[in-house]
């Protein structure tokens, strides 16, 4: 079983529309939860992160984490084709620890 | 405040070659990692430093690969000789020392081809 599982997709969807992207983990040790956005031919950059459990929104981004599930979510409202990239979850242990990532999901938003 | 700088962006080599990528990590930033990013693959941790030493190197394939920090700034990745399953996205991220040190910033990387 790999750390950290994530669906590549694609995903494809209509402008406006509501996106939900996902991972699970194995490793309970993990304490920091990040998503990175990846456009073509780019390096990842850090969209969010949450320490813990709980909920956190930033503008049309809202990430959440239920560690008794194993299971993180990148919500997406008012999705725009500007957010047309790979999502990659990303995980770490606490202390300076290098990071795991899912596989990343491939999402279009279509005009 | 400048990012993470990668160069060359682009490689191709053959196989048995050899060939070098640079980082320079965001200034004060102790902590430089080099992960590989195969097509359709999340990056997947080569080699962490802290300053100018070896934290973790335990996924690097120490027979063809080799990396350096030697005065703690700038970095160096190094495959010889170059396999085709080499070919990747080489990826340099920093980050701080601390409580923050979960926030890592990532250059544009490395595209290297082996044919």
């Known amino acids: 079983q790999k750390e950290v599982e994530q669906d590549p997709g694609p995903l494809s969807v209509p402008e406006g529309a509501i996106v939900s992207l996902n991972c699970t983990y194995s490793?309970?040790?993990?304490?920091?939860f990040m998503w990175y956005r990846q456009y073509s031919r780019k390096g990842p950059e850090l969209l969010m992160y949450?320490?813990?459990?709980g909920n956190k929104e930033d503008g049309r981004f809202t990430a959440q984490v239920d560690k008794s599930s194993k299971y993180i979510s990148l919500f997406i409202r008012d999705s725009q084709p500007s957010d047309s990239a790979t999502y990659l979850c990303?995980?770490?242990?606490?202390?300076?620890?290098?990071?795991?990532f899912g596989k990343g999901t491939r999402l279009s938003v279509i005009a | 405040e400048a990012g993470v700088a990668q160069s060359p962006r682009y490689k191709i080599i053959e196989k048995r070659q050899s060939v070098a990528f640079w980082c320079n990590p965001i200034?004060?930033?102790?902590?430089l990692y080099w992960y590989q990013q195969i097509l359709g693959q999340g990056p997947k941790l080569l080699i962490q430093?802290?300053?100018?030493?070896?934290?973790?190197d335990s996924q690097l394939p120490k027979d063809r690969f080799s990396a350096e920090r030697l005065k703690g700034v700038d970095s160096t990745l190094k495959i010889q000789p170059a396999k085709l399953e080499d070919s990747a996205v080489y990826l340099c991220?920093?980050?701080?020392?601390?409580?923050?040190?979960?926030?890592?910033?990532f250059g544009p990387g490395t595209r290297l081809t082996v044919t």
């Open positions: 991220a920093s980050s701080l020392v601390g409580p923050s040190s979960y926030e890592q910033y």
């Open positions: 490793n309970s040790a993990f304490q920091y």
């Open positions: 949450t320490y813990s459990s």
């Open positions: 990303a995980m770490s242990r606490p202390g300076n620890t290098p990071l795991v």
């Open positions: 200034s004060g930033h102790a902590t």
């Open positions: 430093f802290q300053n100018n030493g070896v934290v973790d």
